[in-house]
């Protein structure tokens, strides 16, 4: 089981956000039939309701085609798609729980002590480039601030910092911290050796701390001070054990709150965009960094909770493309997305810090549906140009996670073309799947022993053992009566479920029941989650659960007995000689009495 600390603080967190608030957030059509809470799947296609939240149990389960079923925290895990951890940072901060700076410990913790030499190098590289900041050889880069309209305050706020073009001031810091502080600032990508040379990476730039969403410091990337001067406008950090362009979001540390709060977040494409935003007061604005959105981007917005995503970039052609590449990931997200067409050259940073918050908030508030948006840009084409175009869109369409929601788009495109909607879709299907982004693959994990992979008694041994721990969750007195076979279930995931239920009826002085909700607790991220609720549901649909377990404990004894007679029946056939035969016939008409007993008193 986790630790005592960590399974309080899972409860406390489910007893906090009642499930059917959490579920309703996200399920808009939910609606409340006497006891229950009730609405259409939302993991599967259907038209009749069979989706049910019990608000009494603390549990949801789907009686239709997908038969899944949890607490709160397996739902959020599903419908955000997000690990466990993320849902329980999510409805923690819904709820106002504070997590301990080590609630992660209690299920083993993460790659922060693996990488801790970099994360240092990392932290001890933000502070020097800050000291130069505001040293004396920083002044062009606080001119360059200034000139942009961003303050000390924001400044201090992102921890941005200045690095010389003369010296290499990290390489000499890390060689006087010694070999394995040297070493670290190569791997961190701050510092580089060639050709038995070791120098700076980074020169002469403003110098923007890029963060991962705990607040880590995991690269930077490099400003240049002016456009006149050579080289990239910008620089990043190479690839890094740590710093990963596609699976980073600039600001989402500092607008995670904002986002939660407000369920919309804004993407937008430049570093000093995002601290403009969060310097007038608009605190869930973000960017990419300078990619297109990835599985990672994907999950991280899951992981805000938004129900909204707005796109905000320049209003250039080069923006639009931006825009595009920045939908390609996102439009698999069960979430609303919209972009703000800004006019030719105009800057989101400057419109932010010359028209303010509110004038900003009114902009984004008349953004356009994504679609309205991409088809927009087609207008003047011509005909191989317009083709190309409708091939760009169709793609993002075939992104969409629906069959419903990608067929209506696709004739809403034909609406807007003008086109007939039959010849938009075969152009489709002659895409295929290969410019799609790929969706997420769901957190939820399968079951380790497959079912259609065993032979018929190994099937009845499976869904007898489903049965039995079923069971035992809705009645705690069957407990007693079966409880010789909770550990003989081949299924690890149904073996750990019955240890715990075992476990907390040998332990636990309480009253309260060992039912689906607690043992989910216990399981904390155990993959075993996913089975609770359905065994739970489907043992429940018997007359009474005594005659489940009964009944299944019966058949384990029946299955236990004939694997005997055959085990014997082949050392029968392979004994040596008629002693060890005669041995081996007496132990298969013993077990077949068993057999035959076992089932005269299930009679």
Sequence with gaps: MQNQDFRQLVETVKLRVPIEDAVRERVGELKRAGALWVACCPFHD??????????RRGTWHCYGSCGTGGDVLSFVEQFDGVAFSDALELLAAQAGVELPGNWRSGRGGDDGERYQ?????????????????????????????????????????????????????????????????????????????????????????????????????????????????EGPKYVNTSETPVFKKGRLVYGLDRAMEGARRERHLILVEGYTDVMAAHQVGVRNVVAVLGTSTTEEHAALVRRTGARRVTLVFDGDEAGRKASLRAL?????????????????GADPCDLLLER??????????????WLDFAVGGLAGRSDVALSEGVDEILRLIQALPKPVHREASIASLAERLELPA????????????????????????????????????????????????????????????????????PDPEIAEILRIVLELYE?????????????????????????VVPLAERAGRAETTFQVAEGAARRLKQIAAERAIAETKTIYESAPDDEARSRALLDIWKTARERAGAGARGA
Aim: charged residues 30%; contains cysteine; hydrophobic residues 35%.
């Design 507 to 531: 332990t636990t002085d309480d009253e309260a029941p060992i039912d689906a909700s607690r043992v989910l607790t216990e399981l904390g991220e155990h993959p075993a989650r996913d089975r």
């Design 117 to 229: 030499a970099l994360y240092a190098v990392l932290e001890q590289a933000q502070e020097a480039f800050r000291r130069c900041l505001n040293g004396p050889t920083g002044q062009r880069a606080l001119s360059y601030l200034q000139r942009r309209g961003i303050t000390a305050e924001t400044a201090d706020a992102f921890g941005l910092g200045f690095v010389p073009e003369q010296g290499s001031p990290l390489t000499e810091l890390a060689r006087r911290s010694g070999k394995e502080a040297l070493e670290a600032s190569v791997a961190a990508g701050l510092v580089r050796q060639s050709e038995g040379r070791t120098y700076d990476f980074f020169r002469g730039r403003l110098m923007i701390p890029i963060r991962d969403p705990r607040g880590r410091t995991v690269g930077f990337g490099g400003r240049k001070l002016s456009d006149d001067s």
């Design 328 to 344: 390609a990931g996102l439009l698999a997200l069960p979430i609303e997305i919209d972009v703000l067409r800004l006019p030719s």
């Design 46 to 55: 259907e038209k009749t309701p069979s989706f049910k939240v019990d608000p």
């Design 422 to 489: 039959e010849a938009v879709r075969q152009q489709s299907h002659g895409l295929g799947r290969r410019g799609a982004p790929t969706p997420p693959e769901p957190t939820r994990k399968p079951a380790p022993v497959r079912p259609e992979e065993l032979d018929l008694v190994g099937r009845l041994e499976l869904e007898a053992f489903g049965d039995l721990t079923g069971a035992v969750l809705l009645d705690n007195s069957v407990i007693p009566i079966v409880h010789e076979w909770f550990g003989r279930s």
């Design 356 to 369: 303010g918050a509110d004038a900003f908030r009114e902009l984004v508030g008349a953004a356009e549906p």
